[in-house]
């Protein structure tokens, strides 16, 4: 039988960096098929390739059964290929129903905007995802998985014969996910085809019918779920190119059950308030205990970390250090109290992009109060040179520029600049979204040799795996209370999402 | 850029290559040929002489441009529009200051810049706490400072530079200008600022993204209102310093210094957007457009054509700049 979709050996490179050298893929009508590999192993090079956005340096295309060579986006949609992107392409200053009807309104003969039809067109498109937001809403005010729900919206709008979701699950609540696999299942059974990109195996594992992997810019391997067991094994050795051995072995595992009961309180939160978002937070993290936030996305665990790091003010409640009641104005007076946040939206909130791994490691440094006013740069470059060596940069030059680098080494970038610092109180903001799992294994190390050393980590995640990896006790957040607490070996997936849902 | 694998790199070190092509380079290549045309067009146009006065008269521009700088580093659509009428209150007040006696030296080198300062700081609260938008605050403040001096002055500014003042303002070190002296001192500190000292450092993170700098622990907010506090300050001390070469204040001197130095800025390299570039760049800047500017007046041009050439002179500077950073 053909295929919708094939490509061969697709070449692309920029600026002389190799993005794809040798990628091959194949994708049947009405089928799901998972695309995964490391951060910048190619996938979403390759998928923009598909949607025509960019052009292969080399390799053949065929659709349908016929080569075809795609020169922009627009002829992409008019073969039905539709694609929701990563780094959204919605425009933040229109609203939603604008966005949706975008680059291909309803004009009178004059040219002029029919209104009526373009909302009908819009308001049937977000039933389909049951997304809960006002046409009218800008897109700029929607909460970040309000934003991924709707380029998603957008894609399905255009109703596709062929789907590229480039990790559309990053910024999901599980709610949403199941909501948009039911959807993905339905239009399988309507013989679209889509491809889907994850970094979540278990998305993968669950939805898909066959996977195909890059490694490197390369095609590694293809898991056909019909002939093979759905299972992360076989996966995840694909992913990294080892062989499987000890060490590999379930990242996700649950750590084993520590008691800190008799360590000291480190922070104690109690009664904490911030109007309309959280209502009478208290809880306590005692020194090297690794303590999660869980829930439903959205449900204040950001407000909380924004207030921890004094970025955010609070309206009523004491937090206390060691048993003192501290006011934290600003983060500088959070960082000088030894807490620092490594903040969820890495470009907007954690990084310089045009400057280089130097400039942002030293950073935080740099900015302390006890820094000298002529800086001992020599040191510094030393102390960057092991906090690369500690974060296992790739690669390992203090000169690239971070906009240079892939999404996972600059995640690592983010948590690098406050190793040096020796903090108290770590606070992660979903440090792992959108990161490959060898960057993710390597943050878990990195969290656990902290807590090791008597760091207290707060760690909010929006993924639920990665609670269970790293907390030895998870609090639950639902509408801005904490409502629930699992310790130990009672933090599992279902006891987690029951809780979240607040079904007992 | 390059990939570049091995651990203990050195930082700082570019390439011949890189450094041929840089920003830095280009505009360096820009003033080789405005000399050699300008040789062409007035035989000359490149001794030492002329040279040297060409350099004395991008003195003034550059010291304005240093406070530009420093704003349109620190990002967030920095611009200070109120520079040309802080050097110019800064004429007028040095003058009142010092009333031609050597011993008011020291006086007006501490209130002029204060002056300056104050009016900066003004400035800066304003875009910092009450969110203006710098371009309007500045353009108002530029506005208010014009006022201010009219009323000091009654329209008839008094006092003068007083004789030593006025030997730095013309005198030659070797056949040097002093001002031009004073200029490498101020290129040399201004660039171990930026590079080597924490404030510097800290500049370039509140630039290139506020919100990740005041994560770090920057107070970003009372840091921009300090800059354009320092802007306002080099501005007026720049005022000082034109005095000593014009010997008497005039008002209004400084209007012509607004918009060079802002497109001193974006010839050299720095981009608008904040957080990259430094103040080498504008240095040259500066020498382009004061250099352009005596060859259209050894020409004869009239004022218009002055300004179409300067236009288009800009905009073929800021392609060549954009151009090259797409490949």
Not at chain 2, 196 to 215: C, D, I
Request: net charge positive; with cysteine.
């Amino acid at each position: 039988m053909s295929f919708i979709l094939e490509a061969r050996n697709l070449k692309k490179s920029f600026d002389g960096v190799v993005a794809l050298s040798d990628a091959s893929f194949t994708l049947n009508q009405g089928e799901i098929c998972g695309l995964v590999g490391a951060n910048g192993s190619g996938k979403t090079t390759f998928a923009r390739i598909i949607s025509g956005l960019i052009k292969p340096d080399a390799g053949q295309l065929y659709l349908y059964g016929s080569q075809i060579n795609l020169k922009s986006h627009l002829e992409a949609e008019k073969l039905a290929i539709s694609m929701v992107h990563q780094n959204l392409s919605l425009v933040p200053e229109m609203t939603v129903w604008e966005n949706i009807n975008l680059g291909r309104e309803i004009i009178t003969p004059l040219g002029i905007l029919k209104k009526e039809e373009a909302l009908i067109r819009a308001e049937a498109a977000i039933q389909e995802l049951k997304v809960n937001i006002s046409l009218y809403d800008k897109v700029s005010q929607l909460a970040p998985s309000d934003q991924q729900l709707l380029e998603i919206v957008k894609a399905l709008s255009r109703n596709p014969k062929i789907l590229i979701l480039d990790e559309p699950t990053a910024s999901l609540g599980f709610k949403q996910v199941e909501i948009l696999f039911e959807k993905l299942i339905q239009l399988k059974k309507d013989q679209v085809s889509v491809i889907f990109i994850s970094h979540r195996i278990w998305e993968i594992t669950r939805i898909c019918d066959r996977l195909v992997a890059f490694r490197n810019g390369k095609t590694v391997g293809e898991v056909d779920f019909q002939q093979q067991p759905r299972e992360e094994r076989i996966i995840i050795p694909l992913i990294t190119g080892k062989k499987e051995n000890e060490d590999e072995k379930g990242i996700h595992e649950k750590r084993p059950y520590r008691n800190f009961d008799t360590r000291q309180v480190i922070l104690e939160v109690d009664s904490l308030s911030k109007r309309d978002k959280l209502h009478n937070i208290s809880f306590k993290i005692r020194e090297g205990e690794v303590i999660g936030l869980g829930g439903l996305n959205g449900q204040g665990q950001e407000e909380i970390l924004f207030i921890l790091s004094g970025y955010l003010r609070k309206t009523s409640g004491k937090i206390k250090i060691n048993n003192q009641e501290i006011i934290i104005k600003n983060p500088s007076q959070a960082i000088e109290r030894g807490i620092f946040l490594v903040p969820g939206d890495r470009q907007k909130e954690g990084l310089f992009l045009n400057h280089n791994v130097f400039t942002n490691l030293v950073y935080p440094q740099v900015a302390q109060k006890k820094q000298k006013f002529i800086l001992p740069l020599k040191e510094l470059r030393q102390t960057v040179n092991t906090t690369i060596q500690k974060i296992s940069l790739v690669p390992p030059d203090p000169r690239k520029l971070v906009s240079h680098l892939s999404g996972g080494n600059q995640q690592k970038v983010v948590i690098g600049k406050w190793l040096s610092l020796s903090p108290r109180i770590l606070l992660l903001n979903d440090p792992t979204k959108g990161v490959d799992i060898e960057t993710r294994k390597n943050l878990y190390k990195i969290i656990a040799d902290l807590s090791n050393q008597g760091v207290s980590v707060l760690l909010y995640a929006s993924d639920n795996e990665e609670l269970i990896a790293n907390c030895d006790r998870v609090l639950i957040v639902f509408e801005g209370q904490i409502v629930e607490e699992i310790c130990g070996d009672r933090i599992c997936e279902e006891n987690l999402i029951a809780s979240s849902l607040r079904v007992q | 850029m390059n990939n570049n694998q091995s651990q203990n790199v050195i930082l700082d070190k570019v390439s011949p290559k890189e450094f041929l092509f840089s920003k830095l380079a280009i505009s360096f290549y820009a003033i080789i040929f405005l000399f050699v045309l300008g040789e062409i067009i007035l035989p000359g146009f490149i001794s030492f002489s002329h040279v040297m006065s060409v350099l004395r008269l991008s003195v003034f521009l550059g010291i304005v441009a240093l406070g530009q700088t420093l704003v349109v580093l620190s990002g967030n659509e920095g611009i200070d529009l109120s520079v040309g009428s802080i050097l110019s209150i800064g004429v007028v007040l040095s003058a009142y200051f010092l009333n031609g006696q050597n011993i008011n030296i020291p006086k007006a080198l501490l209130l002029t810049p204060a002056v300056g300062l104050a009016f900066g700081l003004i400035s800066g609260l304003v875009i910092s706490y009450i969110e203006i938008p710098p371009i309007i605050m500045t353009l108002a403040m530029a506005s208010v400072v014009e006022g201010t001096s009219l009323i000091i002055t009654k329209g008839f500014p008094t006092g003068n530079a007083p004789p030593l003042l006025e030997t730095i303002g013309s005198g030659k070190f070797f056949n040097i200008p002093y001002l031009i002296l004073l200029w490498i001192l101020l290129i040399v500190v201004a660039s171990f600022v930026l590079k080597k000292t924490k404030w510097g450092h800290l500049l370039y993170g509140v630039g290139s993204n506020n919100l990740t700098a005041e994560l770090s622990g920057v107070r970003v907010k009372r840091f921009r209102v300090f800059v354009y506090g320092i802007c306002g300050a080099i501005a007026a001390l720049a005022g000082l310093f034109l005095l000593s070469y014009t010997g008497t204040p005039y008002l209004n001197l400084g209007a012509t210094y607004t918009m060079p130095s802002i497109a001193a800025l974006a010839i050299g390299g720095i981009s608008l957007a904040g957080g990259n570039g430094d103040y080498l760049g504008a240095v040259i800047g500066c020498i382009i457009l004061t250099t352009l500017n005596s060859i259209l007046v050894a020409l004869r041009t009239t004022e218009a054509v002055r300004q179409i050439t300067y236009g288009l002179l800009l905009l073929i500077l800021v392609i060549a700049y954009t151009g090259r950073r797409k490949r």
